[in-house]
């Protein structure tokens, strides 16, 4: 029943406008800021609500992860969110 619905509703929207039908948008995907829009499926929030943030017991820190240590409660270290969402798109695109 859900298809069907889905199927019947989809012939009337046709008309509408796709963003993606352009072909310069599939030429050269590396233009995009963000080709597979990651932006739109996670924010801070999000991350934080997962926990992201929890990183290991500081003694176990690398040393080249210092600049992305917000700080340390309790023996365990807190990853700064805002790098991470940044270099997690930047990566990801």
């Not at 796709?18 to 991350?47: A, I, Q, R, W």
């Amino acid at each position: 029943m859900f298809l069907r619905k889905n199927l019947i509703t989809s012939g009337s929207e046709k008309n509408k406008q796709n963003n993606y039908s352009h072909p310069s948008y599939f030429e050269n995907p590396l233009s995009c800021p963000d080709y597979f829009g990651l932006k739109n499926l996670v924010n801070l929030t999000d991350l934080f609500q997962a926990r992201v943030h929890l990183g290991h017991r500081s003694a176990l820190r690398n040393e080249y992860m210092k600049p992305y240590i917000y700080g340390c409660r309790q023996g365990v270290d807190i990853i700064d969110l805002q790098q991470t969402c940044s270099l997690m798109f930047d990566a990801l695109n």
